[in-house]
């Protein structure tokens, strides 16, 4: 049994394998796994229309609840921060749907993007904890602090909305290294609120065109797919959180996105 997309015939296997070893790993830092799953579906699949964006927020509908409900069993999940960043997040997934369809339709561009992205979390990630803020758990929820909290979750969310990660892939580095949050505090509140917000973005996709009537609307089958494998990985990943190292896990993610980041750089360029 072959599973057929953009003309190429691959094992269901494949995509579910890589959705669980990327869930397993990029859940344990409150990421769903959806960044790494725009390389998958361009280099490996072939796929480089519009729905690549849409179908990753299809992983992160059926994925994400394997985490949540893992770090909620295990007490460790902020819902009050969850439900603060998707409020934040929400009002610029519209944006990042139009700048994806309007600004970055060419591939090459895409690909521009997809290396800046990559680029940034790595440095978010690298960036060290502020000494006086690493005893932190959970933010106080100040005026100020949500005023902070909401503001950079709009910019997430026009990220996230072009990107197709539902805004947590950058809201989890964002909270540790300006607010001086622990990974263990953010992960599950990231993972909530990019369930959240990626109800709102598949239907966005879905119901609204892209320039000349261009189709953005996701690829179910591979999304759903992606899917199943991205919800066992993340809730096996948010159980084995607990018991790996904070900094371990940071510096490992870093890297691998940084390799990312510099193989998309390679093959924009290298395609002009």
């Known amino acids: 049994m072959y599973f057929h997309t953009s003309g190429i015939a691959v094992s269901p296997v494949i995509p579910f394998g890589a959705a669980f070893v990327v869930s397993f790993l990029t859940s344990m830092v409150g990421i769903s796994g959806a960044f790494l799953l725009v390389p998958f579906q361009i280099s490996v699949l072939g796929i480089t229309s519009l729905s690549v964006s849409a179908t990753n927020l299809v992983f992160n509908l059926v994925s994400t609840p394997g985490g949540i409900w893992r770090f909620a069993r295990d007490g460790r999940l902020d819902v009050r921060l969850g439900l603060l960043i998707a409020a934040g997040t929400l009002p610029g997934l519209f944006i990042g749907w139009w700048v994806r369809t309007h600004w970055l339709f060419d591939p090459h561009s895409f690909r521009l993007f997809v290396g800046g992205v990559l680029s940034l979390l790595a440095v978010r990630m690298l960036l060290p904890q502020r000494a006086g803020r690493r005893h932190v758990v959970s933010p106080r929820f100040t005026e100020k602090t949500v005023s902070t909290v909401a503001a950079l979750a709009l910019v997430v969310g026009v990220i996230g909305g072009t990107y197709g990660i539902g805004g947590g892939a950058l809201m989890a580095p964002v909270l540790v290294g300006f607010l001086g949050l622990r990974i263990p505090a953010v992960a599950g509140a990231t993972l909530l609120a990019t369930f959240i917000t990626s109800i709102a973005g598949v239907s966005i996709y879905s119901l609204l065109p892209g320039p000349d009537g261009a ?3 996701p690829d179910w089958p591979l999304g759903l797919l992606l899917g199943l494998g991205g919800l066992v990985g993340t809730y096996i990943g948010a159980f084995a959180q607990k018991y790996l190292p904070e900094g371990m896990l940071r510096v ?21």
């Open 215 to 217: 189709q953005s609307s």
């Open 252 to 272: 490992g993610l870093a890297l691998l996105i940084a390799v990312l980041s510099l193989t998309y750089f390679l093959q924009s360029l290298l395609a002009r």
